[in-house]
């Protein structure tokens, strides 16, 4: 069993649209969780960031959290053109600096 | 604001070259690693350092190796370039805990 799961995509949706982008993983001593976004030919940006289980809010972006699953999930709403990149999960443990990622899941808002 | 700077966004190198990629942060992070990005693969770590002048092997570390003389700067040397390694190469510096901030990526080709 791979440490991160995320489904590839792609994922295609309308402007306005609500949009679930999931990871589950294995490995219990996970306990901060990050999203990023990665425009074409340029670096992962960080998104997201949130330490244990539960949701945090920033503007259109709601990350979840759900330890006893181990699951986790970004919502974007009111989805724009401009959110069209790939979305990658990634993960750590308390005092392992290593970051486990996701493959990524490439994500088309169209107008 | 943060900084990751990777000294090229492009280059072609020939095989059998020597191969320096350099990247700085100005953060003051203690923990700063090398990715490569291929399609379909995802991101896989190749070093990664966690205090001067030390490092650690990632999941593919076979053909590169890598020296962190200062605090700030981090560098990847592909000792004899091979085809196999054109890729898009991701310098991210992070504090324990997990927000790593990644640089805009230099896109290698071995010719």
């Known amino acids: 069993q791979k440490e991160v799961e995320q489904d590839p995509g792609p994922l295609s949706v309308p402007e306005g649209a609500i949009v679930s982008l999931n990871c589950t993983y294995s490995n219990s001593a996970f306990q901060y969780f990050m999203w990023y976004r990665q425009y074409s030919r340029k670096g992962p940006e960080l998104l997201m960031y949130t330490y244990s289980s539960g949701n945090k809010e920033d503007g259109r972006f709601t990350a979840q959290v759900d330890k006893s699953s181990k699951y986790i999930s970004l919502f974007i709403r009111d989805s724009q053109p401009s959110d069209s990149a790939t979305y990658l999960c990634a993960m750590t443990g308390g005092s392992n600096y290593k970051l486990t990622f996701g493959k990524g899941t490439l994500l088309t808002v169209n107008p | 604001d943060v900084k990751v700077t990777q000294s090229s966004r492009y280059l072609v190198k020939r095989t059998g070259e020597k191969v320096f990629l350099e990247c700085v942060q100005d953060?003051?992070?203690?923990?700063m690693f090398w990715y490569r990005q291929d399609p379909g693969l995802g991101l896989r770590l190749i070093y990664f350092?966690?205090?001067?002048?030390?490092?650690e092997k990632g999941d593919i570390p076979e053909g590169y190796s890598v020296s962190r003389e200062k605090k700030e700067r981090f560098s990847l040397i592909l000792e004899s370039a091979s085809t196999n390694q054109t890729s898009m190469y991701l310098c991210a510096s992070s504090l324990v805990g997990g927000q790593a901030f990644f640089g805009q990526g230099t896109r290698l080709t071995v010719v």
């Open positions: 953060m003051d992070h203690e923990n």
């Open positions: 350092s966690y205090d001067v002048k030390m490092k």
